[in-house]
């Protein structure tokens, strides 16, 4: 079956630093999303992006987060100055494929473990 | 208030036991989803359901939109079927993918 992949599985990084988190979402698919989980907590909502533009994105998803599909297969997630708090699960996702356009389900990529130290 | 709420929050289970989880939520939707996140955190999408009822192999999941509750069933279940099982839903008039999350039941079947 096709699959969502993330790098890295981890990554740690100083507080104030940048960093990118790679998607590579099922090929066919249309609408490409990320989700972040903080430990022990539940899964929240970051952002929607189709059409090569952001299609709604949520109060977490302010001027320190951006998104990009830089070619036609990755989907990235930058995180311009990292805080503490950014500690998390990253997910991405995809859904809707290009040929029926209809939603059945998601597909979850393995998640990257983000630590801010 | 959260919006999603799940019950029971864990649950134990004999193997070969019937197992139900509940979803209740207050806001308008347009489509439920029950997910499945493994011990290492890797989340699985199991059904998206509108409305009526639906089966994969030892899953069923049902939806009363009136009620504003689903339910996710497990038949005969098995030590593999360990997991934390999470409900969330698509505000109605939301883009796709903007999900309300539930806390998650974490489901633990012995042998």
């Known amino acids: 079956e096709p699959e969502v992949t993330q790098t890295p599985s981890h990554q740690v990084t100083q507080m104030g630093q940048e960093v990118i988190l790679r998607c590579v979402p099922i090929?066919?698919?249309?609408?490409f999303y990320w989700y972040r989980q903080i430990l022990g907590q539940k899964v929240e909502f970051l952002v929607s992006?189709?059409?090569?533009?952001?299609?709604?994105k949520s109060e977490i998803f302010d001027d320190q987060f951006s998104v990009e599909r830089p070619d036609g297969s990755n989907f990235t997630l930058k995180i311009r100055s990292t805080k503490l708090e950014d500690s998390a699960m990253y997910f991405c996702?995809?859904?809707?494929?290009?040929?029926?356009?209809?939603?059945?389900?998601?597909?979850f990529g393995s998640g990257t473990q983000l630590s801010v130290l | 208030k959260n919006e999603v709420e799940q019950s029971p929050q864990n649950l134990t289970a004999q193997e070969g036991e019937f197992i139900t989880i509940n979803c209740s939520y207050s806001?308008?939707?347009?489509?439920l989803h029950w997910l499945q996140q493994h011990p290492g955190g890797g989340i699985v999408s199991l059904f998206m359901?509108?409305?009526g009822k639906k089966k994969h192999g030892r899953l069923i999941a049902t939806i009363n939109i009136q009620e504003k509750h689903s339910s996710l069933h497990i038949t005969a279940s098995h030590p593999r079927d360990s997991a934390v099982y999470i409900c969330?839903?698509?505000?109605?008039?939301?883009?796709?993918?903007?999900?309300?999350f539930g806390k998650g039941t974490k489901l633990s079947v012995k042998p």
């Open positions: 996702a995809s859904s809707v494929e290009r040929e029926s356009r209809e939603v059945e389900k998601l597909f």
């Open positions: 090929s066919n698919h249309l609408y």
């Open positions: 992006f189709y059409n090569n533009e952001i299609s709604e």
């Open positions: 806001v308008g939707i347009s489509a």
């Open positions: 359901l509108s409305s």
């Open positions: 969330a839903v698509m505000n109605y008039g939301g883009s796709q993918g903007n999900l309300i």
